[in-house]
């Protein structure tokens, strides 16, 4: 390469020289380290002017550039907003710019802290700013710059639309950094980022700073994933000694042997963790002082505790430990998981720090605690909480105290932890990285269902391997048992999709927001702009061309099905119509068959006892809980004979359940009480050993009526599937030769054809279809009194529905507008408000049972008004809102009543991290419902926000 010329020299100098004298330059000068391209080219934009969205990995750094806003705006003197998705990650970069700014120069708004809110630069969650921006709050007044930090968040099914109402809201004046994870789809995200703000810079850097290994477990054998030599990590060719090794696995008996106890093979095929060490560096691979064990001495491997052959957790640890590969975060995908992890390690005795450094440790937790209640202590499992932390490990997931999970967050990212047990709640944003990340499965629960981890999510959890500026390599684990394939881990691994999707949709409270500060018309466009609309406007295109390809394929299968003896076009129509009213007659019968199972479980009564699918030798069950109120999917609870509480639920049955006689169940009966179900259970076997005379269908009185509905329906469809049948027969085509050729093509063009339908109906389905969701809730809204009768203007009552931010937001405004909560105490208050923002976790039933007459009254008054609001959406074409769910009502009133947290916990089925979320989030509704509320309702709203933010509630707060 030739030498640059003198010229060229003195250019670049000069550019030098103005670089170091730019607000740009003198930032990375106080930085200490330097910064990668993909960081100094979105700081120059910044400075430039443009707005920013930069895509890299997790520990990639991007932050930098949004600290750099943040430095811009101090020294330009205008104001920066700092917005993050929750207040962990709030709370966190606070901390980071109060040290590096002042603390007069930051401030922190979340939903429970306010801390210098009117200081140049303020770092809030996402949501404040929305809050503020639909409220016209004089805090915007001088905004110059707002940093998104993980934007990509705005795919959330639940919060995401927060994203975008601030993308397209926010002034034109403003610049946007936008922070992400990187997407495949960024230059997507960012032409509709300049589409919406203008000038706008778009970043990708796919390189992490620190190079991951991904290595699988086989028993206590360590492998690496790919065949790596000197090709280095992103090789995706998978380790033949891995799959053999597997296969061998998989013959044997108990899925690992002995041989798993001896040094593991890395790459290459050498000896891992002999000799100098294991993985890391090239001539220590990640050994250090730091690494050694403190137990007094090494256990022997026991066999494997996991199901499927994978190695217990104590095996995972002690395997790592030795190979130089902690600190690690462990993602088990399961609360109860995570803390049996930690309770194993505590049996066996493991300790991973010295015992000095534990009692260092001991002394931080007791002053950070302090203010909890000791009482409160034992109930939060405080013993083994700080036990755990003084020998180097902790769980982490959301159903501690938040407060407990605050506290492992600091010392593991201060280096005081070798090991946490985490839930996928720990990927997100917050900035703990490790060593090593293990995976023990590749499935996890998505709220609805059991379901296989995402490319995206793999890389999300991984990411957290490789701190910066400590270790030179990072390294993934997964855990092999039987059934995970190798090939399928090697997919995930490398697999470099994932696309960033829209969840925008207009809500009641955003509508009547808009119009306030816009006016219909305005509003309207404004949607237009949205991600969402632009998203689905993109794929409208290449729909359109799909149905062109589709109608030219449709001819040339007409002139395939054409027949000499007659018109084939119509027997082909005759045969499709015959095969769908024959699938139709099927589906019918199975809806009818869910429908009197729908009508019998309803039906049900507590006390009845019936037999549950499974034959002559099925379970019973009596009846503890009868369906309350219209439901669309009745769900009873039953006890088991087994003594199992279990919901009943319409696909749980193939017949109609047989009510077999009844069982006197105690009035005061507890589902949460073991012994409460252990007796109730012991009779139900007692009483169903002999015969019980009157067995019968459940709702039997309406079956004739059912029935009668159905036969009729069933008896048209029949008598024109027969009428089909004898068209066919007589049709000329069907004594055709080569009838059946002709037929394979006219079912081509039926299927093309039904497909062609689909993408017409789709493409109209997505054109303006955010815009047209907005109108419909308007006009809802109007025929509400929300919006006044033409819908351009917003009545008071509309007024205050705008302060009113929750899914269940009409509720919550029908309520205050009807006086359903008037002369409620602030107990009873926090009691109904709960049941707002409450939603039971997988088959948790929650506590049903009423504090006071006159919250069942509310209640009951709120559960019409939800179905009358869910009526009326249902007639605009709009989606229905979740139920109410009064689960935690006697818990929250008991708290807000000022009783104790033992009390409140005692059978309520709900752990204390849950609680305090709960707590928090009425917490939050009940400062809404403050500010909207008539006086005296307004009144009790801030008196029970008062009486339940103490404890364990309060002990998280920023102060």
């Not at 095996?315 to 600190?327: A, F, K, N, T």
Request: aromatic share 6%.
């Amino acid at each position: 390469m030739a030498e640059p010329s003198p010229a060229e020299q003195y250019a670049r100098a000069r550019e030098r020289a103005a670089f170091a004298a730019s607000p740009a330059g003198r930032f990375t000068e106080t930085l200490g380290f330097e910064l990668d391209d993909f960081q100094l080219e979105a700081i120059r934009a910044v400075q430039d002017g443009s707005g920013v969205l930069v895509a890299a990995p997790t520990g990639a750094g991007k932050t930098v550039v949004g600290e750099f806003a943040v430095a811009l705006a101090l020294e330009t003197g205008r104001k920066a907003f700092y917005t993050t998705p929750i207040k962990a990650l709030s709370n966190q970069k606070y901390h980071d710019l109060v040290e590096r700014h002042g603390s007069s120069n930051v401030g922190l708004l979340t939903g429970d802290a306010s801390v210098n809110g009117e200081a140049p630069v303020v770092v809030m969650t996402t949501e404040v700013l929305r809050n503020m921006m639909y409220a016209s709050s004089p805090t915007l007044t001088g905004l110059g710059f707002v940093v998104m930090d993980e934007v990509h968040y705005l795919a959330d099914r639940w919060r995401g639309a927060v994203w975008e109402e601030v993308i397209i809201h926010l002034p034109p004046s403003v610049q946007v950094v936008s922070l992400s994870a990187t997407v495949s789809n960024a230059e997507e995200f960012g032409d509709w980022l300049r589409t919406v703000r203008g000038n706008t810079d778009v970043i990708v850097s796919e390189v992490r700073p620190v190079p991951l290994w991904q290595h699988m477990m086989v028993g206590t054998h360590l492998y690496d994933l790919f065949v790596s030599d000197r090709e280095g990590p992103g090789t995706t060719r998978v380790n033949p000694e891995l799959l053999q090794r597997i296969s061998q696995a998989e013959r044997s008996s108990s899925g690992w042997s002995r041989e798993d106890a001896g040094a593991p093979r890395g790459r290459r095929g050498e000896p891992r963790g002999r000799g100098s060490g294991g993985r890391g560096r090239p001539d220590g691979r990640g050994r250090s002082d730091s690494r050694r064990r403190y137990d007094d001495a090494v256990p022997v491997l026991e066999r494997g505790a996991l199901p499927g052959g994978a190695a217990s957790r104590t095996q995972v640890i002690d395997r790592l430990d030795r190979e130089g590969l902690l600190p690690a975060i462990t993602f088990i995908f399961s609360r109860a998981g995570c803390d049996a992890a930690v309770g194993q390690l505590l049996s066996r005795g493991t300790r991973l720090i010295p015992e000095e450094d534990g009692r260092r440790i001991r002394d931080l937790v007791e002053q950070r605690v302090a203010e909890v209640a000791p009482g409160d202590l034992g109930v939060l499992g405080y013993h083994d909480f700080v036990e755990g932390l003084s020998r180097g490990y902790a769980a982490h997931h959301a159903g501690m105290l938040p407060l407990f999970r605050e506290i492992v967050e600091e010392l593991f990212t201060h280096g005081h932890l070798r090991a946490v047990f985490a839930t996928e709640t720990l990927a997100l944003g917050i900035n703990m990285p490790a060593r090593t990340v293990v995976l023990e499965k590749l499935t996890k629960f998505n709220g609805e269902t059991h379901a296989p981890v995402t490319p995206a999510e793999y890389t999300q959890l991984t990411g957290r391997a490789g701190r910066r500026g400590i270790d030179v390599e990072g390294h993934g684990v997964v855990l092999w048992r039987r059934g995970v394939d190798p090939m399928d881990v090697a997919g995930l691994a490398s697999t470099r999709t994932y696309p960033l999707r829209s969840s925008f949709r207009p809500s009641s409270n955003m509508a009547v927001n808009l119009v306030a500060q816009y006016g219909r018309e305005r509003a309207h466009e404004l949607l237009q702009s949205s991600f969402a609309q632009f998203q689905a406007d993109r794929s409208v295109v290449g729909l359109t061309t799909k149905i062109r390809e589709n109608e030219a394929a449709l001819e040339g299968y007409g002139e395939g099905m054409q027949c000499h003896l007659g018109d084939f076009r119509e027997y082909g129509r005759m045969r499709h119509e015959l095969g769908e009213l024959e699938k139709k007659a099927a589906r019918h019968r199975q809806h009818q068959r869910r429908a009197d199972v729908a009508s019998a479980l309803e039906a049900l009564a507590p006390g009845q006892v019936i037999q549950l699918d499974g034959g002559r030798r099925g379970t019973t069950a009596v009846v503890i809980r009868a369906v309350r109120g219209a439901s669309a999917s009745p769900e009873p609870t039953v006890l088991t004979s087994n003594g199992s509480v279990q919901r009943l639920t319409v696909a749980g049955f193939k017949d109609v359940p047989e009510v077999m006689g009844n069982l006197k169940v105690p009035q005061h009966f507890n589902p949460r009480s073991p012994r409460s179900r252990k007796d109730l259970a012991s009779a139900l076997r007692e009483k169903v050993r002999d015969p019980w005379p009157g067995r019968g269908r459940a709702g039997d009185d309406d079956e004739g009526a059912a029935e009668g509905t159905g036969t009729a329906y069933q008896g048209r469809t029949e008598a024109r599937i027969d009428e089909l049948r004898s068209a066919l027969k007589a049709h000329p085509c069907h004594q055709c030769p080569e009838r059946e050729d002709h037929a394979r093509w006219a079912a081509r063009w039926w299927k093309l054809r039904r497909e062609t339908d689909d993408l017409q109906r789709r493409v109209a389905e997505r054109t303006h279809t955010v815009a047209r969701t907005f109108e419909r809730i308007c006009d809802l809204l109007a025929r509400l009194g929300y919006l006044s009768a033409d819908g351009q203007q917003v009545t008071p009552e509309g007024q205050r529905l705008r302060r009113i931010y929750t899914e269940l937001d009409l509720v919550v405004a029908e309520s205050l507008r009807r006086g359903t909560w008037k002369r409620l105490t602030p107990a009873d208050l926090a009691a109904v408000v709960s049941a707002l923002v409450h939603e039971a976790r997988g088959d948790d039933l929650g506590d049903a049972r009423m504090p006071s007459v006159e919250v069942e009254e509310a209640l009951g008054e709120m559960g019409a008004i939800w179905r009358e609001v869910t009526s009326l959406k249902s007639e605009h074409s709009l989606e229905g809102d979740r139920e109410l769910d009064p689960g935690i009502a006697w818990m929250v009133h008991r708290w807000a009543s000022g009783r104790g947290l033992d009390e409140v916990l005692r059978d309520g089925g709900m752990s204390a991290g849950d609680f305090v979320r709960r707590c928090k989030q009425v917490i939050d509704l009940l400062g809404q419902v403050a500010q909207a509320a008539e006086p005296e309702v307004a009144r009790a709203a801030r008196r029970a926000s008062d009486a339940m933010l103490r404890g364990v509630v309060a002990a998280d707060r920023l102060d």
